[in-house]
C-alpha cells in the first residue's frame, strides 16, 4: 500500500519534468512575452511545473485558445480568504487547548495491582 | 506628491525609505533577531532529559557465552561472560532497526556464543548483535562430557498483574535513541518493533523489584503485531508476569490494553 | 514588475530583509544547537538528530507563525508593510528550514529500517482512528507540501501565467496548512514536552495569530442595491492623494482615488498579485501599491513605460455632491476622463 503511493509519486513526479522540459522550452514563449529572451530564471520553474503540472496544462491551454476573460484577473479570493482566517482563528484554540486536555500528565501512574496470585507451590508471597 | 517623506508611505524598489519608518524597521528588525534568539534558547534548555541510556561502544565488542531463548523475542541468559554475571538476561536485536529472529530460531535453547556492541540503560542490558555469521554461533561442546548442559531458565510466575507504563521498543529506550520514547518517537517505536526488535514494557510501578518487561503475548509468544496501536504512550494492560533469569516477562493480554 | 523576467528583482530592500531574515534564522539554530545544551543538566545529551529535528521544526513553526502575523499587522498599523513588501522570500526561507526538519526525521526516525524510507514514513504508524498516537507527521506533510507548493511558485511569472487570484486562491492554502502544522505540534512534541516553556511559546505564538486574524478583519463599505450607478460619497470624504474603496458585491473593489482637484475610479486589485490598490498612494502623480510598490497613472489604469501593466477602470459621475460609480468595468488600461471636483 505505502510502496504502491511512493510509486504513484513517483510516476506523477516523472510526469511533471517530462511536462516542464516541454513547456519551459518552448511553451513559456507562446503564452507570456515576458518570457521571451528570459532563460536565467527559467530552472526556478522546473519544480513549481512537477509538482503543479495538470495546473500548467489547463492554463497553458486556455492561453492557448485566448481563454482569458481579463475581469478574472482583479477579482481576488477576498470573501474566501475572510472566511479561512475566520476559520483559522477558530481552529487554533481548539487544537491547541484539545491537545492540552489529553496530554497524559497527573494522577494517571495507577500503583501496579496484583489481579491474581500465583499458584502457591512455592509457599511464598509475592511483594 | 513631491514631499520626500511621503507621509511615512513605503515603497519597496525605493532607496528613499522615510526617516521614521527606517528607525521602526530598525527597531523590528532586532526584535526579531533577538526574539527567535530568545525563543531558541528558552525551548532549548528546557526539553525533557532523555536518561542515561546509551551504546556503550567505549566498552568495545562483547563477546558473550549463554543460552539462546528465541521465544517471544531472542533473548540470551548469559552462562559466561566478563562483564555479567551468569543467569543475567541480555535482549538481543541486530542491527539497526532488525531483529535476530531468523538467526536465533534453530539455535533456539542451546548454548551459543553471541557478539557485538552493548546497550545499557539502568538495569536492561541489549546486544545488538554484529552482522555476519559470527554475531551469534553455537558455542562448542563443553569439553567436560559429564557437565550438564546448561539450560533455559525454568520461568517462575508472579501471577496476574495489572500495570501502568509505556510499551517501547527495547532497543531505542536502551539509549539507540535518545530520547527513545514518547510520541514524537512513535513512528520510531513501531518501526523498530515490526523490524523485529523486542518489546518493552516500561512501568510506572514496579513488581518484585523490577519495572522494565519484556512483552511476550498471552501463549507467551511474539505479540508485536498487537501491540502497534498502544505504544509510545501510557496505557494499562493486564498479564501474567513471570521471571525468567534476572528477567520478568510480561505476557500481555492485549484485550485489556488501554490508553490512559 | 515586467519587462523581462530574472530569477529575483535584487534591490537594497530586499537584500536588508533577507539579511535580516538570515540572521534571525542562523540565531535561532544557533542559540538551539550550540549555546542552550550547555546550559541543559541532562544525565546524558539528546541524540544530535532529534536535537536537529527540534531545533528546525520549531523554527519553521515560528517563523510561518510570524509571516501569518504580517498581513494582520500591517492592516492594523501601515508601519508594518515594508515586512509585506518580501515576505515570498520569508515564505521561501521557512520552506527549506521545515524541509530540513522533515530532512532530519527522515534520516533518524525512517532510516537504519528493512523498509525504504518513504514508505516507511507512510506505514509506520496507522493509528488513524485515535486521537492519542494519531499519526500526526500526516498534518506536517501536508504543511510541507503547501510550502513546498508556495516557495516554487513565488516567481512572478506564475501570478502573471495563473492570474493573481488563481495564484492568491494557491497560496490562501497556508491558513490549513497552518491548521496543520499546530496539530502536527500538538499531537507530537507538546505531548512529550514536560516543561511548559514550549507549550506558552508555540500556544502564545498560534493564539496571536488568530487573535490578529479576528481583529484584522476587514469590513466593507457595501454597495446596496442592484443599481447600475453605485455610491461612492462625498468628494471631501476622500483625502488628497487617496482613495475610498467601495464593494461592488462578490469579490469586485473599486478604488476611487483624489488628486490635484479630481477623482479617478480604478479596479482596486493591481495587476502583480492583487494588492489593495485603494491602500494606496498618489506618488508622482501614479496610483502606487502599497504591497510592491507597482504605478499606474489613474486616468487609464496603464503603469508607465516602460512597464505594461494595466489596471480595469470604471465611469464616475456626480449626483448633487454625491460621486456614483458604474458597476461594469472597463477593459484594462481604458482611458477615461476624470471627474473634476467642483
Redesign the interface.
Known sequence: MAAGVVTVLQIYGMAGLAVAAVFLAWGIDRVDQNARGAFVFRPLLIPGVALLWPLVLWRWGALERGRDPWAGRYRPPRRLQDWLGIGLAAAIPVILFGALLIRQEGPLERPAELLEPPPAAEGEADR | ?SDPD??????????K?PDR?GL??VQ??AV??AG??G????????????????FRFDLGRQTITGVLQAEPYPVLHVTESERYPAGHAIMLSG????GVQDRAAPLDGQLVVASGVILTRGPLDMLQVRGGDQGLIAAEAAPDANAVPPGVPVP?????????GEICDGKCYAGA???GQ???????A???L??GVPPVFV??????GQAFFLIAGPDGGPVTDRI???????V?V?GQIERRGDLLVFRIDPATLE?? | MSVLYTPVQWNRNKFLYDGVLLAGVVAYILVFLQVAPLFVDATRPVDGAILRMRAFGTCAFLMLTLILCIGPLARLDRRFLPLLYNRRHFGVLTCVVAATHALQVLGWYYAFSPTPRLEALLSANTSFGQVLGFPFEVFGIFALLVLTLMAVTSHDFWLSFLTAPVWKALHLLVYPAYAAVVAHMALGYLQDAKNPAFALLAGGGALTVAGLHLAARRRDRAARGAADWVTVGRPAEIADGRARIVSLGGDERVAVFRYDGRLSAVSNACAHQNGPLGEGRIVDGCITCPWHGFQYRPADGCSPAPFTERIPTYRLKLDGDTVLVHRTANPPGTPVEPLAIP
Not at chain 2, 511621503?6 to 532607496?15: D, L, T
Not at chain 2, 542491527?95 to 532488525?98: D, F, L, V
Not at chain 2, 502497534?228 to 501510557?234: C, F, P, S
Request: with cysteine.
Open positions: 506628491m511621503r507621509g511615512g508611505f513605503f515603497i519597496g524598489w525605493s532607496n525609505l519608518l521602526f524597521l523590528a528588525a526579531l533577531v527567535l534568539a525563543a531558541a534558547f528558552a525551548i532549548g534548555v528546557t526539553q525533557n532529559d532523555p536518561g542515561d541510556g546509551a542491527q539497526g532497526k532488525r517462575v510466575p508472579l501471577g496476574r498483574w495489572r500495570l501502568t535513541m535518545r530520547p514518547g510520541l514524537s518517537h512513535r513512528a520510531c513501531n518501526l523498530c515490526t523490524g512501568a510506572t510501578d514496579t513488581v518484585d502497534l496501536d498502544h505504544t509510545a504512550m501510557l494499562e493486564e490508553v490512559l
